[in-house]
Each structure stands twice: as structure tokens, then as C-alpha cells.
């Protein structure tokens, strides 16, 4: 499918997904979540007019929705990347700043993610603009 245009997917929550902790998985947003919402678009142009637009429009779409969604943090499921949260410019970033958008994707999880990148991956090989951080090598207190 092709559309050219801003699409909203809601994919509902509830029943079983909400009995289960948020913190017995990474995926913390569960219990109080009516719905999931993908907010997207797609554009053929390659012109940075084109993407501006079509960029400005699915932001719009967000702004308008911003009152009745999650907030106080405002939430976001990683497989539906948002990098209007924040991004690194190279990989690198410290706890502070990653745990901008490292909260909003995985709430309370977000610390234990950073332990685990801590162990498997020390020295940061694997990452992205909005990667979990590794600090193992940094002198920043992670709570437990």
C-alpha cells in the first residue's frame, strides 16, 4: 500500500497485555493504554520542500492529537521511532540526554537497558541516533 498522505493506525490495548507489569518486560506501555496510535506518512518527491511539507503536516496531525494521548511524560513505542524526542548526532551520548527519549520509550526499563548495554556492548559498537547508551566507561550513577 502507497499512500501519499498521513495515516493513523489504532491498534487496541487491553485485556491480557494489561495484567502484565510493566516492568516484567522492556515493553512497559500496557496497563491504561486504550490504544497504540502510528502516526505516518510517505512521499515519493525527494525535494527537501516536499519532505519539509509532509513533515509539517504529520506534526500538525500530533499537535492536534497531543491533548488525548499519554503525557506527563508523553510516551512513544520504539518500533515507531519519533526523533522530534531528541537524537544524538553521532552515536554518542550520555545518559542524561539518551534518557530524553530512552524514558519515553521505555519508562523505568530504561535504566536496566542501560545496564545491559553496560555488559554486552561496552564500548557503544552497536548504535544510532537514539540508541540505548553505554557508560560503562563514564562516570554517571545509574539508579538500581
Given at each position: 500500500m502507497e499512500l501519499q498522505r498521513p495515516t493513523l493506525a489504532l491498534i487496541p490495548y487491553g485485556g491480557k497485555m494489561g495484567e502484565i507489569s510493566e516492568s516484567e518486560t522492556l515493553f512497559p506501555h500496557r496497563a491504561g493504554n486504550i490504544y497504540k496510535i502510528q502516526y505516518s506518512v510517505t512521499w515519493k518527491e525527494e525535494s527537501m520542500e516536499a519532505a519539509d511539507h509532509y513533515l509539517n503536516m504529520i506534526r500538525r496531525i500530533c499537535d492536534y492529537m497531543m491533548p488525548y494521548v499519554s503525557k506527563s511524560p508523553r510516551c512513544s513505542f520504539l518500533n515507531y521511532r519519533d526523533v522530534d524526542l531528541g537524537v544524538n548526532q553521532n552515536?554518542?551520548?550520555?545518559?542524561?540526554?539518551a534518557s530524553i527519549w530512552g524514558t519515553k520509550y521505555f519508562k523505568d526499563n530504561f535504566d536496566r537497558l542501560v545496564q545491559v548495554k553496560n555488559r554486552v556492548d561496552p564500548d557503544n559498537f552497536f548504535r544510532y541516533e537514539q540508541s540505548i547508551p553505554s557508560v560503562a566507561n563514564r562516570n554517571y550513577v545509574i539508579a538500581e
Open positions: 552515536g554518542n551520548v550520555s545518559y542524561e540526554e
